[in-house]
C-alpha cells in the first residue's frame, strides 16, 4: 500500500528494452537503504526493484504497464515521484492507494499563482464518477485534494512545497499524469450493485 506522499524525487538514467517490456533504470538521492525485491512508486506506479546499488535501482515495467500508463513517455533525465511502500503501523498522511493505475490523465490548464497553483487535467471518462470535490485522487502518484471537477475535467490545488518536492513544478500543458481513483469508492459502487 502507499499513500501518496512523495519520499523523494528521482532521475531516470536510462530507458533500456524491447517492445514487450523495458527496464528503467533511477537515481533516488536519499534512498540508500533498498531492498531486492522491494515495492516502490513511480509516478504513482507500483513497481519492483529488481537490481540496486547504492541510491541506483532498476525495475522491469511489462508491456500493458507501458501501454496503459504514462510510465512508456519516460526518457533519461526525467524526474519522477518515488515513494516506498507504508510500512505496518507507518503513518497515512495522504490516503489508500495501491500502485494500481486506473488510466492517464492530461494537463489542460495551468493557472499560476504566487502562493499556489491551479492544475487542470482532463482525466478519462470512466474515472469521473468516482472523483468528487474536496475528494482525493492520485496523480502521478501524488495525494491530492479535488479543488473542482466539471465532467472529465479534475483541477487541484498546490502549494509551493508540492510543486518543490515533486514533479508538478515543472509540469506543462499537454504533459501525462497517471491516475489512480480513490479504491474505497470502487468497493462502494461494487457493494452497491450487487444489492441494486
Known amino acids: 500500500m502507499f499513500t501518496g506522499i512523495v519520499e523523494s524525487l528521482g532521475t531516470v538514467t536510462a530507458v533500456t528494452g524491447s517492445e514487450a517490456s523495458s527496464r528503467l533504470t533511477i537515481e533516488a538521492p536519499g534512498l540508500t537503504d533498498l531492498v531486492h525485491g522491494e515495492s516502490i512508486a513511480v509516478q504513482g506506479v507500483c513497481l519492483t526493484i529488481a537490481d540496486h546499488a547504492g541510491s541506483t535501482w532498476t525495475a522491469d515495467v ?9 510510465l512508456g513517455d519516460l526518457r533519461a533525465g526525467d524526474r519522477v515521484n518515488l515513494e516506498r511502500a507504508t510500512p505496518a503501523g507507518g503513518r497515512l498522511g495522504g490516503h489508500i492507494m495501491q500502485g494500481h493505475v486506473d488510466g492517464v490523465a492530461t ?7 504566487p502562493e499556489w497553483t491551479d492544475l487542470t487535467f482532463e482525466i478519462p ?7 468528487v470535490r474536496k475528494g482525493s485522487i492520485a496523480l502521478g502518484g501524488v495525494s491530492l485534494t479535488v479543488a473542482e471537477i466539471d465532467g472529465t475535467r ?3 490545488s498546490l502549494i509551493p512545497t508540492t510543486l518543490a518536492e515533486t514533479t508538478f513544478g515543472t509540469i506543462a500543458v499537454g504533459d501525462r499524469a497517471n491516475v489512480e481513483v480513490d479504491v474505497v469508492a470502487k468497493y462502494v459502487e461494487k457493494l452497491v450493485a450487487a444489492h441494486a
Request: overall charge negative; glycine content about 0%.
Open 154 to 156: 479534475v483541477t487541484v
Open 107 to 113: 494537463l489542460v490548464e495551468r493557472d499560476s499563482q
Open 62 to 70: 511489462m508491456r500493458v504497464t507501458l501501454e496503459t500508463t504514462a
Open 125 to 131: 471518462a470512466d474515472l469521473a464518477r468516482y472523483v
